[in-house]
């Protein structure tokens, strides 16, 4: 029987592809299995080679994010981020120079002479550290009470006026020797020898005071965390003397911000305020040694080898700088340390959370003034320009009292209430105390103005006296009052010790233009009366030339006819 209907040739063909494409893919399906164990093989054998890879990472690259056989393709990896990249280059920097032993040899890798850097970093490395204690404050009394607070109040208040004992002044003097009259080992030997004094001098206030126990470790925790930010200062000031403040910024915020931290989450594990201060004082130190201390030898050139003469001429030289600044602080806190005994401790941090607003007050102030210091003392050195000096300092004082009266309008209407949702406790009961504490802050930022201006007279020894005699004053008046009254005593007492300081430095800069006055017109007159002297006597010069003039004249004269008829007679002779 014929075929009516002959194939097609071009279907055939198409049927053929057809089931050819179904096969190759019944293949593959079969062969996956076995792909997959080639794979596994493989991952086997790149866990014996010298450079292991991780099961995650071989699993990605033998099957891929979709779990099939591929074909070797590589992931892009992702590029660490700024801060894991920096982390890792100082680590490396760090392991290498220490493993070489020449911290002091390296080679520099950041800039000097970069003056928006230089003062937004050194903004924030004060500004972080003057907000440790306020915030440590608000940490303690939400944690573990009041009571303690006002503990670790007081302990820290002392840690700060020992380390002034730590700084001695140094720190202007080491910036301004830009021709490195004592070299950066000198400072380290003298911040050594005053860091060793701070805490001699913190352990004997310790026993005089009898703690114990708990307070006892709250203060060695404390005074331990403040002599590392004295040690940290000198090689800080270093950075600051080779024109790279923003590094000594970096060093002081991150210090910081580390031992906030590390003091938080201890205290929130623990409930140990003991505990905390020590691991406080633990991670400033650790700060210290793994930034600040090679940061400053990294970025800054080798110093010469110290000498004994020249420590000991250092602590000669800022000694007068370190009583005064010493003295100041000791006036200051005086209060604080007449409550201790007569009053519990809770008074401490009522005290110092008051004080915290006050305190802004003199550093806004600062901001102000301190920008124009250069200005004023341009404007004072030269004498016919004496008026517009009396008028800035006028005007600054003015603007202290603005401030004075704002900080005071904040606090009444909503810092207060701030206050009280950050302590956990109502601060609405001290609304009269805290303006009595903000016009001390007030009179404070004026005491510190007034200073800076005597400073730039040049006649800032003269102030020591006046220290002496406010001290004096804030022994017994604290006294009177705080056993009278208990806390508001203190911050009565706190105000008047304060006037009267100011009273007494506002006398001494009147004192000092007085004199200055007098100086300068007692200079004017010896000018005046040089310049008349020596106009009397050209006049005089000139009314005998003026006499004389004739006679020589006719002199000359006779002398010129003499010598004409010798001339005309010996020619006649000829």
Not at 61 to 75: D, E, H, L, V, Y
Not at 298 to 316: A, I, N, Q, Y
Not at 533 to 559: I, Q, V
């Amino acid at each position: 029987m014929v075929d009516q209907h002959p194939s097609n040739p071009e279907k055939a063909n198409t049927r053929k592809r057809q089931l050819g494409k179904a096969a190759a893919m019944r293949r593959e399906r079969a062969e996956e299995p076995a792909q997959r164990m080639r794979a596994q093989h493989d991952l086997g054998a790149a866990r014996s080679t010298d450079e292991p890879q991780t099961q995650a990472q071989a699993n990605r690259k033998a099957f891929g994010p979709s779990g099939r056989a591929t074909s070797g393709k590589k992931r892009k990896e992702r590029k660490p981020n700024f801060v894991t990249r920096t982390v890792n280059g100082w680590c490396n920097r760090l392991l290498g120079a220490v493993s070489d032993r020449s911290l002091a040899e390296q080679e520099e890798e950041y800039a000097a002479h970069r003056t928006t850097r230089d003062f937004v970093w050194n903004t924030i490395g004060v500004g972080a550290w003057g907000m440790v204690f306020p915030l440590l404050t608000i940490v303690v009394t939400q944690l573990v009470g009041v009571e303690q607070a006002g503990m670790f109040s007081l302990a820290f208040v002392t840690g700060l006026l020992l380390m002034f004992v730590a700084n001695y002044g140094v720190r202007t003097y080491q910036v301004s020797d830009i021709g490195e009259e004592h070299s950066f080992s000198d400072y380290q030997i003298n911040r050594i020898l005053t860091c060793i004094i701070m805490i001699a001098a913190g352990f004997a206030y310790c026993a005089i005071r009898g703690y114990t126990d708990q307070m006892l470790f709250i203060s060695i925790g404390v005074y331990l965390y403040k002599m590392i930010d004295g040690l940290a200062d000198v090689y800080e000031g270093r950075l600051q003397q080779v024109d790279k403040l923003y590094l000594a910024g970096i060093s002081q915020a991150f210090r910081s911000l580390v031992v906030f931290v590390v003091f938080t989450v201890v205290l929130f594990v623990s409930r140990n305020l003991s505990a905390a201060s020590i691991a406080m004082a633990i991670a400033a130190a650790a700060t210290f040694l793994f930034l600040t201390f090679p940061l400053a030898l990294f970025e800054t050139p080798k110093s010469r080898k110290w000498s004994m003469g020249s420590v000991f001429d250092l602590l000669k030289q800022c000694f007068p700088l370190f009583v005064a600044l010493f003295m100041y602080n000791l006036i200051d806190n005086m209060p604080k340390f007449v409550m201790e005994g007569v009053l519990s401790y809770d008074s401490q941090l009522y005290f110092n959370a008051l004080y915290f607003p006050a305190h802004g007050i003199l550093l806004t102030a600062g901001f102000i003034y301190k920008p124009l210091l250069l200005r004023m003392a341009n404007v004072w050195a030269d004498p016919a320009k004496r008026k517009r000096f009396d008028l800035i300092i006028v005007v600054i004082l003015a603007a202290i009292v603005v401030l004075t009266l704002l900080m005071a309008l904040i606090m009444g209407s909503i810092g207060l209430p701030v206050m009280s949702f950050l302590y956990g406790i109502d601060f609405m009961p001290f609304r009269d105390l805290c303006f009595i504490m903000l016009a001390a802050g007030g009179v404070t930022a004026a005491i510190e103005f007034v200073y800076q201006v005597i400073t730039v007279l040049r006649r800032q020894k003269a102030v020591m006296k006046l220290y002496l005699i406010t001290f004096g004053f804030s022994l017994f008046i604290p006294i009177l009052l705080i056993n009278f009254t208990g806390l508001p005593g203190a911050i009565i007492g706190y105000l008047i010790v304060m006037c009267i300081l100011f009273v007494l430095l506002i006398w001494e800069y009147f004192r000092i233009r007085y004199e200055m006055s007098r100086q300068t017109a007692a200079e004017k007159a010896e000018t005046g009366a040089h310049t008349a002297r020596n106009a009397a006597r050209e006049k005089r010069l000139a009314r005998e030339d003026a006499e004389f003039a004739p006679e020589g004249r006719r002199a000359r004269t006779a002398s010129h006819g003499a010598r004409t008829k010798t001339h005309t007679g010996n020619h006649s002779k000829k």
